[in-house]
């Protein structure tokens, strides 16, 4: 299994929305609506964010969502601020009953 | 709520074979539907997929690790176990371990705070 696409870096000013897009295949994330996000700050553990495409755990922030369609799913960040500086990364479970990760994305708040 | 602690040994020889323990705390790791998985992020790196055990000790494999990895669980002791044989350097990462599916609920989380195990003569 290959690992999801991400793009590397996203980038944006505080107050603004940006997108982090996660790119599979149909045995993954065009398979299920089992796609998920995590949100890691240097030294610490990722931490979920989105679960099933577009579903907050509670005590997530709603500036954070999540959608998904065909083979890409996507994960927004709305009114960016300082503290969303991370590195997020996208999963999915497949149709092996595994799961895959993506490269994973800077996010920078410039 | 359900904590996760990995613990074994920071330090692994060269073709020696890495093993690490996942304690679950706060919950039954038998309980319900659960599925428990092993995750790796070499330093500066992304998240690989290692691995996963359900409750009755049917595991899944990332394909490109599946020649050396091995999953056990046991529910008496609420802890359930990762070998990967044949390390090299290639291996040095931190381990983390999670729960990834409740009741068909599926995501990783929680986390345990994670463990680094360096390959290294």
């Known amino acids: 299994q290959s690992a999801l696409t991400q793009p590397a870096s996203v980038s944006g000013s505080p107050g603004q929305s940006i997108t982090i897009s996660c790119t599979g295949t149909s045995s993954d994330v065009g398979a299920y609506n089992y796609v998920s996000w995590y949100q890691q700050h240097p030294g610490e553990v990722p931490k979920l964010m989105i679960y099933d495409v577009n579903k907050r755990p509670s005590g997530i922030s709603s500036r954070f969502s999540g959608s998904k369609s065909g083979n890409t799913a996507s994960l927004t960040i709305s009114g960016l601020q300082a503290e969303d500086e991370a590195d997020y990364y996208c999963?999915?479970?497949?149709?092996?009953?595994?799961?895959?990760f993506g490269g994973g994305t800077k996010v920078s708040v410039l | 709520q359900v904590q996760l602690q990995e613990s074994g040994p920071g330090l692994v020889k060269p073709s020696q074979t890495l093993s690490l323990t996942c304690t679950v705390s706060?919950?039954?790791?038998?309980?319900?539907?659960?599925?428990w998985s092993w995750i790796r992020q070499p330093a500066g790196k992304g998240l690989e997929w290692i691995g996963r055990?359900?409750?009755?000790?049917?595991?899944n494999y990332n394909p490109s690790l599946k020649s050396r990895v091995t999953l056990s669980i046991d529910t008496s002791k609420n802890q359930f176990s990762l070998k990967l044989t044949s390390v090299t350097a290639a291996d040095t990462a931190v381990y983390y371990c999670?729960?990834?599916?409740?009741?068909?609920?599926?995501?990783?989380?929680?986390w345990g705070q994670g463990t680094l195990v360096t390959v290294s003569s």
């Open positions: 999963s999915s479970y497949t149709i092996s009953s595994t799961w895959v």
């Open positions: 055990i359900y409750t009755s000790g049917t595991t």
């Open positions: 999670a729960r990834d599916c409740v009741d068909s609920v599926f995501r990783f989380d929680p």
């Open positions: 706060g919950g039954s790791i038998g309980s319900g539907s659960h599925h």
